[in-house]
C-alpha cells in the first residue's frame, strides 16, 4: 500500500482498506506524524501513530470498521474537510504532494451497525 493519498477521496478509500486487512503499518502511513483520530466507543483519543494503530487495533478486535462515505469534501490548497455519515475528517497534502490524515473523528460504532443491517 503506498505511503499516502493522491486526492482527498483517495484517501478514504485507503483507510477503508486499512481497516478491512487490518493492516497497522497501512493504516499508520495515512496520518501525519502528530495526527488524532477520535472513535468514542469509551476508546481514548489517539495522538501519533502508535496511538492511533493501538486504537485501530482494539477496534479490530471488537469487530469495528471504518467505512469509507465521503459526501462532501471541502478544499482550499492543501487542506481538506472531509464529511461522511458517520466521519469529518482534516487532511493535509505534505511536501511529498501525498494526502494524510491530521485530524480524523470516526463513529465506528454507528457506520459498522448500519453496515451490518
Same mark, same amino acid.
Given at each position: 500500500?503506498?505511503?499516502?493519498?493522491?486526492?482527498?477521496?483517495?484517501?478514504?478509500?485507503?483507510?477503508?482498506?486499512?481497516?478491512?486487512?487490518?493492516?497497522?503499518?497501512?493504516?499508520?502511513?495515512?496520518?501525519?506524524?502528530?495526527?488524532?483520530?477520535?472513535?468514542?466507543?469509551?476508546?481514548?483519543?489517539?495522538?501519533?501513530?502508535?496511538?492511533?494503530?493501538?486504537?485501530?487495533? %482494539?477496534?479490530?478486535?471488537?469487530?469495528?470498521?471504518?467505512?469509507? !462515505?465521503?459526501? %462532501?469534501?471541502?478544499?482550499?490548497?492543501?487542506?481538506?474537510?472531509?464529511?461522511?455519515?458517520?466521519?469529518?475528517?482534516?487532511?493535509?497534502?505534505? !511536501? !511529498?504532494?501525498?494526502?494524510?490524515?491530521?485530524?480524523?473523528?470516526? !463513529?465506528?460504532?454507528?457506520?459498522?451497525?448500519?453496515?451490518?443491517?
Amino acid at each position: 500500500m503506498c505511503p499516502g493519498a493522491r486526492t482527498p477521496e483517495e484517501l478514504e478509500t485507503l483507510l477503508e482498506d486499512a481497516f478491512v486487512l487490518h493492516d497497522r503499518q497501512a493504516l499508520a502511513q495515512l496520518f501525519q506524524p502528530g495526527a488524532m483520530l477520535v472513535v468514542g466507543g469509551g476508546l481514548p483519543e489517539a495522538r501519533g501513530h502508535q496511538q492511533i494503530t493501538k486504537v485501530a487495533t %482494539r477496534l479490530w478486535a471488537s469487530q469495528r470498521l471504518y467505512l469509507a !462515505d465521503p459526501q %462532501r469534501i471541502l478544499q482550499i490548497h492543501d487542506t481538506a474537510l472531509v464529511l461522511a455519515e458517520h466521519a469529518i475528517n482534516v487532511i493535509r497534502r505534505g !511536501d !511529498d504532494g501525498s494526502w494524510r490524515y491530521a485530524i480524523s473523528l470516526l !463513529d465506528v460504532e454507528k457506520a459498522t451497525a448500519t453496515k451490518k443491517r
